[in-house]
């Protein structure tokens, strides 16, 4: 509003994707499109859309790199631009900040599939566009004030809930003072100490301890420290209520400056929002004693080809980014198990079909499967995490952008500890490589298997492979059966229930 407010039009559109102007990092592009009353004309409200996009430029295909160090690395960035204005579509201006400019830094290349990022976009714009519909005829049938006069009851209920819940904990935990410790595999800690005002229902959660923000791309933006934190509240609520800021009313939430938390400007984000977020969760869920630490990595898989070559001549390619992300187990509870391979917290959504990912794309899907014996062992144990191996049919750029590879997801009440993950390169020998030997004979091609760590990217040859096993969840509690020999974890096994939008779908069609 402060950029374009006062000349804000019906039919005007808004993009953005800066970390600095409320958004995670920059593949996630926010569509932004003002609602105006039918009679007074007045803006009465914004429906937005965010969709991750699979290339946005950057060093390398997918815009995710492991090894970016400052955001121009990392793809185009943009605070505002009016993509639509006065229902005119504009692609040049599109162009201009997703292609030309991006391609501007040193080793950086614009996007490269610049025409399926520009039918995406499309798409959240008539998402924004159907929502404005719906608000119209809401407003329509029940009129402007008792809209907003609803709007504000739901966000008044959420705020009141997240009292009593803040009230509740201090009372279970005997203490109004709550503290917790968690780390990224790279040894930064976060650091969170949260005091309750149990006669307001108010709480202040404070960082003050966390690291520095760091040379690689796990900084997180401050708008990515709040979203884990409204996710923590609403998930540790016992209601079915909407999720909205008013969970966040009664919380004041402190940031060190100049940590990994409130980076500077032109610091690399992009694992910031996938994987650093993932260790607020469970630094908040350790410190309220809600739950075992769940996988804590979104297992972030990009491969393509494209960019600019040695000596800075662009060439085209295409990136692919593995369909939101591999799954793991979920961390247990004081009376659940966790779930064997899932989304967790942050992630939250499903993986693409093989069947699509093999047609349009030159590799094949070996195994995607439970990893067993991964989860933590306990009364109530965590869940297993996955393995998934893909092999590359023609030479690629592949990178994977991972944590929990150097710690475990902790367990709780004596629960143990998840599995750590794996990324392991299965190498094909090549004599231009200098690891085969030509004089020697093989029945089959020999092979490497090289651990290539949890931040790597690596171009990699026809037939090579990259087996990916993530983190299992934590344990809660102490399986007495397990201590005195005994398998017992059977009789503890509580059903799994379907839960979430896609089941709630699903039941309603099923009753239709």
Request: glycine letters at 12%; a negative charge.
């Amino acid at each position: 509003m402060n950029l374009h407010g006062a000349t804000l039009k019906e039919g005007d559109v808004l993009m953005t994707n800066s970390p600095h102007a409320g958004g995670s990092h920059l593949p996630d592009i926010t569509i932004i499109t003002p609602v105006f009353d039918a009679n007074s004309k007045d803006i009465i409200f914004f429906t937005a859309s965010r969709g991750h996009h699979a290339d946005i430029g950057g060093i390398l295909p997918g815009s995710m790199p492991p090894t970016s160090v400052n955001i121009f690395e990392e793809g185009a960035e943009i605070e505002s631009f009016k993509i639509v204005d006065g229902g005119v579509f504009d692609h040049d201006g599109l162009v201009e900040y997703m292609v030309e400019k991006p391609s501007q830094y040193p080793g950086s290349s614009g996007c490269r599939n610049i025409r399926d990022v520009e039918s995406d976009l499309k798409a959240q714009i008539a998402a924004n566009h159907k929502g404005i519909q719906l608000i119209h005829a809401i407003v329509e049938d029940y009129g402007l004030s008792t809209v907003q006069e609803y709007m504000y009851h739901i966000r008044a209920n959420a705020e009141m809930s997240v009292r009593n819940l803040l009230r509740d904990v201090a009372k279970r935990a005997g203490s109004n003072v709550l503290n917790a410790i968690d780390y990224l595999d790279d040894g930064s800690p976060i650091n969170l100490r949260v005091e309750i005002n149990e006669i307001e229902g108010s709480a202040v959660m404070d960082f003050d301890g966390t690291g520095y923000e760091v040379r690689g791309n796990l900084n997180a933006p401050i708008s990515v420290v709040h979203s884990a934190v409204i996710y923590c509240m609403r998930a540790m609520l016992d209601l079915d209520i909407p999720l909205n800021a008013g969970c966040l009313v009664p919380l004041e939430i402190k940031i060190p400056p100049k940590s990994l938390l409130s980076p500077s400007r032109t610091a690399a984000v992009c694992g910031g929002n996938v994987l650093t977020s993932q260790r607020i969760v469970d630094v908040v869920l350790k410190a309220f004693h809600a739950a075992a630490a769940s996988q804590g990595c979104t297992n972030n898989l990009t491969f393509g080809t494209g960019g600019k070559d040695k000596d800075g001549k662009a060439i085209a390619g295409w990136g692919y980014y593995e369909a939101s992300t591999i799954a793991g187990g979920s961390g247990a509870g004081p009376n659940w198990h966790g779930t064997d391979g899932v989304h967790t917290h942050i992630t939250n959504t499903r993986i693409g079909d093989v069947e699509i990912l093999e047609r349009r794309y030159p590799v094949m899907l070996h195994q995607f499967g439970l990893r067993h014996g991964s989860a933590g062992l306990g009364k109530w144990h965590g869940g297993e995490g996955v393995t998934r191996d893909l092999e590359f049919l023609e030479p690629m750029q592949v990178s994977i952008l991972s944590e929990r590879r150097t710690r475990q997801p902790y367990g709780m009440e004596g629960g143990c500890p998840g599995a750590m993950g794996r990324n392991t390169w299965v190498k094909r020998q090549r004599t231009e490589d200098g690891d085969l030997d030509p004089h020697a004979r093989y029945d089959t091609i020999p092979t490497r298997e090289i651990n290539i760590g949890g931040k790597a990217t690596v171009w990699m040859g026809k037939g090579d492979r990259l087996v990916i096993e993530t983190p299992g969840g934590g344990a809660w509690g102490v399986d007495e059966d397990a201590v005195h020999g005994r398998k017992g974890l059977a009789a503890h096994v509580k059903a799994w229930e379907p839960r979430g939008s896609v089941a709630e779908r699903a039941a309603a069609q099923a009753g239709f």
